[in-house]
């Protein structure tokens, strides 16, 4: 399908970690629900793939941004770059994050602080300079990709989990304050899901648990667009992660941070590195 022409009249989706996984998913929903595209993530080559694949699908108008998130400047760079090209924004998807296995104490601190920018800064700074102008037109909203650990510490992944319970804290408390405005902001919560996660990290195989929770990351991301169209504030994809959630918030903490140790313990921590 030839690319149609910039249609002003249609709502614009601003998509981050979009080369592929979830963001990918979610690139399409949002291109067959009629929304323009601008596409964010830190390799052009994979980005342009992507952006061929969903003008081929739908002849929707994608901009490719491709911009490493972990660059304190990155926030205001894109920003610039819709004002330059004209681009309104209706509807910020935060998807990107990566995180990190191993010990805290020896962790690289550039790469834990990378990870910070990344998972909470960006998605707060984005909101914050994108947020303004959906409540004027009283329409639009923020989709924040957070994730099943945001619901309990995670040794060996103490920072990710933090970040994750940050953007879902973030998430509700926002929504709260845009209550009545018509803009809406949802926190997508999903389980282990494929997005290459699990072949960098070398944990395939190595736990029970996490190979009959893991959700196609189609899956995933219809129930995070289907939640997002409905104005939800949590969106928790599978029923068995939903009882899972439900478990954890009726178990003592200190038992629970000792059950996740013990799964960690068992994914081979290394150091390991994730992006998604």
């Known amino acids: ?72 400047e990155a926030p205001e760079k894109i920003f610039g770059m819709l004002r330059s090209r004209s681009l309104d924004v209706d509807v910020l998807v935060n998807n990107a994050g990566f995180g990190l296995y191993g010990n805290f104490q020896g962790s690289d601190p550039g ?8 998972n909470v800064s960006v998605p707060v700074h984005l909101a914050n300079l994108l947020l303004p102008g959906m409540v004027r037109k009283g329409t639009g909203g923020v989709l924040n990709v957070a994730s099943m650990a945001a619901f309990q510490p995670g040794p060996y992944m103490a920072v990710y989990y933090a970040t994750k319970a940050f953007l879902l804290s973030f998430s509700e408390a926002v929504a709260e304050e845009l ?32 190979r009959k929770n893991v959700m196609d990351s189609g899956a995933v991301a219809k129930a995070g667009y289907d939640g997002f169209r409905k104005g939800k ?11 899972l959630v439900l478990a954890f918030r009726f178990s003592p903490r200190i ?22």
């Open 233 to 243: 504030r949590l969106v928790i994809p599978g029923l068995r992660n939903r009882i």
């Open 1 to 72: 399908m030839a690319e149609r022409p910039p249609d002003h009249a249609s709502p614009t989706a601003l998509i981050t970690g979009a080369s592929g996984g979830i963001g990918l998913e979610l690139a399409k929903l949002f291109a067959r629900g009629g929304y323009n595209l601008v596409l964010v993530a830190r390799r052009g080559d994979p980005l342009e793939g992507v952006a061929s694949e969903v003008r081929a699908l739908y002849g929707t108008s994608v901009h490719c941004l491709p911009i490493d998130l972990s660059v304190p």
């Open 179 to 210: 209550r009545g405005t018509g803009v809406t902001v949802t926190a997508l919560c999903p389980g282990p899901t494929p997005t290459g996660f699990q072949a960098a990290a070398r944990m395939e195989g190595h736990i029970p648990l996490l």
């Open 255 to 276: 038992l629970l941070t000792k059950a996740v140790r013990w799964m960690q313990e068992r994914r081979r921590p290394g150091g390991e590195r994730r992006r998604g």
């Open 111 to 118: 790469i834990l602080l990378d990870m910070i920018r990344v």
